[in-house]
């Protein structure tokens, strides 16, 4: 049987005029618009180097003209119909939809993720979409007879107001619909940050809310070179309600700290540092099946990512023997390249961090089973890894890794496997591994982590609330709890109606 022959690669011309569509201004109260400054910054290919765009670069007074923008159409937003809303969301994914091989492309030249990975995410991310359109029409409130009889109880939830939302390089879609999908969904207007190594894909999806019917400015985007230059002047000022971001658990504290002053609502996802446990009663070949899924989505690069592998001694040396063995078979290169399965480090600084983790565990007696190294020549590339015998208080076990390397650890019982799990400041993604459902149970219940995976290495759903515990952050993105972050509760205490 001949293997399915693999699609063209992507031409010079077909990237060039993607990249020409793409709105290179700020978008401030519905327009593109150049900077109050004139100042720019580049965007680059990972893979290459090379430039892909110049953009905009938005200052402190840019940041405060979009929230005056926010500001001034927060009432009206907020009384719009939750069908009208409902509506532009549903649209808004038809439109992602349609235009799946432009984000796709889009994402693979400035993250640098394999295009069949970019596709991935481009429908993980437009289920953000939908599943906010369902739930807009969904924000229910209540009615009820106080205990004592005397008053009535009535609840209902209203939007948090206008919001500063944050997002990250490495989903560059997937995070701006999941934050900007329920924001919409509740009634907030918002003012977006898009990471500066990666704002190509938020400008391409932000003209496309515009294109869904969504009102000017009520989403309102800033790129730029600074992430404190719109941060700052935004959270100190009084008309800001709301700050959700996604990133370093460093820069998080910081920006807790700085919305604590206004006393906002704050949405964390921050880092993680996610165990993988398998269980000598496990399917070792589902095990290394869902290790590949859990280490490899990204090139490594998600919060999500498992970082420590703990696998029970009397099945270590098989597990660790077929987990490299795949690992090893994959192949690095481009992203457009259709043979490529791994793609470049998002930049020099992070493929230099990845490889003093695996040589400081190597100095310290881990073996590395495949991989270990940089890739020579152009881009940021690093070697699928899997490292073996790694000793429990090596640095790479505590600090998340973010790039394609897999450190194996052992462990002799399942309350040794609590322990080493929990052993971590972080608490956003778990991945459990057994036959046992009773063995499953028990050891969730144990572990500090938001989210678990039971035989299973992709957890993520816009369905499912996501979201940790500990230095991973608070608050939770999708599902029914992902709206309410952006809603308000009001009571109101009304009169016994029969005492008139």
């Excluded at 600090?399 to 394609?404: L, M, R, S, V």
Aim: include cysteine; glycine fraction near 10%; proline fraction near 6%.
């Amino acid at each position: 049987m001949t293997a399915p022959a693999l699609a063209p690669a992507i031409s010079a011309t077909r990237e060039a005029e993607l990249l020409a569509s793409v709105p290179t201004g700020l978008l401030i109260d519905g327009r593109w618009r150049d900077a109050s400054d004139g100042g720019t910054f580049d965007v680059h290919d990972p893979a290459t180097g090379a430039t892909l765009a110049t953009l905009a670069s938005a200052t402190s007074t840019d940041a405060v003209t979009a929230l005056d923008a926010a500001s001034a159409v927060q009432a009206s937003w907020a009384r719009t119909a939750p069908r009208e809303r409902s509506e532009i969301l549903r649209r808004a994914f038809d439109l992602v939809t349609e235009r799946a091989e432009d984000f796709a492309l889009l994402m693979t030249l400035e993250m640098g993720k394999p295009l069949a990975e970019a596709r991935g995410e481009v429908k993980y991310g437009a289920e953000f979409l939908r599943w906010f359109s369902e739930e807009a029409v969904r924000d229910y409130g209540r009615y009820l007879t106080a205990p004592e009889g005397t008053t009535r109880i009535l609840v209902q939830h209203k939007p948090v107001g206008p919001c500063l939302l944050i997002t990250p390089w490495n989903f560059p879609l997937a995070m701006a619909t999941r934050k900007v999908a329920p924001a919409v969904a509740a009634g907030c207007t918002m003012v977006l940050k898009p990471a500066k190594l990666t704002p190509l894909t938020a400008q391409l999806f932000a003209q496309t809310m515009l294109d869904a019917g969504l009102p000017a400015g009520v989403l309102n985007v800033v790129s730029s070179s600074s992430a404190s230059g719109i941060s700052g002047p935004l959270l100190g000022d009084p008309r800001l309600r709301k700050i959700s971001f996604t990133g370093s658990t460093p820069v998080g504290k910081r920006l807790m700290a700085d919305a604590a002053q206004n006393v906002l609502r704050t949405s964390m996802e921050l880092g993680g540092n996610a165990p993988f446990i398998v269980f000598e009663d496990a399917d070792l070949d589902k095990a290394v099946e869902g290790a590949m899924a859990a280490k490899m989505r990204n090139m490594g690069e998600a919060c999500t990512a498992a970082n420590r592998f703990l696998v029970q001694d009397s099945v270590a040396e098989e597990f660790t023997r077929k987990f490299a063995a795949a690992m090893g078979a994959l192949s690095t290169g481009r992203g457009t390249d259709p043979a490529t399965q791994v793609g470049p480090l998002i930049d020099a600084g992070a493929r230099d961090d990845v490889h003093a983790l695996v040589s400081a565990a190597m100095a310290a007696g881990a073996v590395a089973v495949t991989g270990g190294a940089p890739v020579e020549g152009p881009g940021y590339f690093y070697q699928p890894t899997v490292l073996g015998d790694v000793p429990n208080d090596a640095a790479i076990l505590r600090e998340e890794i973010f790039g394609p390397v897999a450190p194996v650890t052992t462990f002799a019982t399942e309350e040794d496997a609590i322990r080493l799990a929990n052993a971590s400041e972080y608490g956003l993604a778990s991945y459990l591994y057994s036959r046992d459902l009773n063995r499953l149970l028990r050891v969730a219940e144990q572990i500090e982590f938001g989210m678990v995976g039971f035989n299973a290495g992709v957890i993520s759903n816009a369905a499912a609330p996501f979201g940790g515990v500990k230095h991973s952050g608070l608050g939770r993105e999708g599902g029914a709890e992902g709206l309410a972050e952006y809603t308000t509760t009001q009571y109101i205490g009304i009169a016994d109606p029969y005492s008139a």
